[in-house]
T-cell receptor, first 111, second 111 residues
């Protein structure tokens, strides 16, 4: 089966940089994706990594190291609106048509 | 572009009553469709997924069922709701890399 670990809470100030880590254990691996969910809303897709390295999308970047079974989401120039829960999710060979989600990291951005 | 609809947005039902939640997708054909449930402050639990009309895979034994009567329609049902069925129900479809795109969700409260 699969398991993912991410911190439950992270706090940072506006304008700062924050990194949310995700470690996973899978039987085979296809890719790691990240999602943002504001209170009361549905999750929205942020990024996807299948290969090692950094993927950048505006203020958000996502990194993957397949050899370390580790990835992170990097948020730069934090804004108050970035306060939300962030989930990592993996797809692996054992369950190729579905994702397994982490339990989520609650990010609080302080003024 | 693809759009996913869910209704109703909120629902309050008594224990023992039936349930029917509907999800429809526009702008894509033969999508993989998924039902998730999220308890308050928790992660996403995959309930069912479907790769085509009449094809349903169940991930969690429970008193819920799913059906896919049409290519772009996915329905979640229950004959008798339990208190533990309360939660945020999300329908999703997958992109090229199985990243998930979620509908707006239905918040169900069983009283």
């Amino acid at each position: 089966g699969q398991s993912l670990e991410q911190p439950s809470e992270v706090t940072a100030v506006e304008g700062a940089i924050v990194q949310i880590n995700c470690t996973y254990q899978t039987s085979g691996f296809y890719g790691l994706s990240w999602y943002q969910q504001h209170d009361g809303g549905a999750p929205t897709f942020l990024s996807y990594n299948a290969l090692d390295g950094l993927e950048e999308t505006g203020r958000f970047s996502s990194f993957l190291s397949r050899s370390d079974s580790y990835g992170y989401l990097l948020l730069q120039e934090l804004q108050m609106k970035d306060s939300a829960s962030y989930f990592c999710a993996v797809r692996d060979e054992g369950s190729a048509r579905q994702l397994t989600f982490g339990s989520g990291t609650q990010l609080t951005v302080l003024p | 572009s693809q759009t996913i609809h869910q209704w109703p947005a909120t629902l309050v039902q008594p224990v023992g009553s039936p349930l029917s939640l509907e999800c429809t997708v526009e702008g894509t054909s033969n999508p993989n469709l998924y039902w998730y449930r999220q308890a308050a402050g928790r992660g996403l639990q995959l309930l069912f997924y479907s790769v085509g009309i009449g094809q349903i895979s169940s991930e969690v034994p429970q008193n819920l069922s799913a059906s896919r009567p049409q290519d772009r329609q996915f329905i979640l049902s229950s004959k008798k709701l339990l208190l533990s069925d309360s939660g945020f129900y999300l329908c999703a479809w997958t992109g090229e890399f199985y990243e998930q795109y979620f509908g707006p969700g239905t918040r169900l409260t069983v009283t």
